[in-house]
């Protein structure tokens, strides 16, 4: 049995405000609820709504992003529902989707201690509900 599939290109438009910022994206990531999120170059946190080609930049998430790193780099839930994100320069940020806050960890802070460094390339939930963080070095 021969699988297909179509796949729809989003690319950013100038003349579109609910385009991608970037045609650069970074990460990208599906929550449990079926939203797909992504992390176009330097720009923040975009999330797709519903089934329309639009791209909203989350705004709760990405006026805390200016106080820490809008080089998002990785993307995954925890099974809590927040968002945990990879940064290139900041270590990793969980979004709390509930009180609409971000908190920061890198690799000073003591539930990290083993995050060697703070540019990270790669995370996923694993076994046991655990995240796995994978870093450049």
Same mark, same amino acid.
Not at 1 to 10: A, G, K, N, R, V
Not at 30 to 35: A, H, L, M, S, V
Not at 76 to 82: F, I, K, L, V
């Given at each position: 049995?021969?699988?297909?599939?179509?796949?729809?290109?989003?690319t950013?438009?100038? /003349?579109?405000?609910? =385009?991608?910022s970037?045609n650069n $994206?970074?990460c990208g990531s599906?929550?449990?609820?079926?939203?797909p999120?992504?992390? %176009?170059? *330097?720009?923040?946190?975009? $999330? !797709? !709504?519903?089934?329309? $080609?639009?791209?909203h !930049?989350?705004?709760g998430? +990405?006026?805390? @992003?200016?106080k820490? =790193?809008? +080089?998002?780099? *990785?993307i995954?839930?925890?099974?809590?529902? /927040?968002l945990w @994100?990879?940064t290139?320069?900041?270590?990793?940020?969980?979004?709390?989707?509930?009180?609409?806050?971000?908190?920061?960890?890198? #690799? #000073?802070c %003591?539930?990290?201690k083993a995050?060697?460094?703070?540019?990270i390339r790669v995370?996923?939930?694993g076994p046991? /509900?655990g995240i796995?963080?994978?870093s450049?070095s």
């Open positions: 049995q021969i699988l297909t599939f179509t796949f729809q290109q989003f950013h438009d100038i /003349n579109l405000p609910y =385009s991608l970037s $994206v970074t599906e929550d449990e609820q079926g939203t999120w992504f992390g %176009p170059n *330097a720009s923040g946190l975009y $999330v !797709k !709504k519903n089934v329309s $080609v639009d791209f !930049k989350h705004s998430i +990405n006026q805390e @992003l200016d820490f =790193s809008r +080089n998002i780099t *990785a995954t839930q925890g099974t809590d529902g /927040n @994100l990879g290139w320069d900041k270590g990793v940020l969980i979004f709390d989707r509930n009180n609409q806050m971000l908190n920061a960890y890198h #690799r #000073r %003591p539930e990290l995050l060697g460094e703070e540019n995370m996923e939930r046991e /509900n796995w963080i994978g450049s």
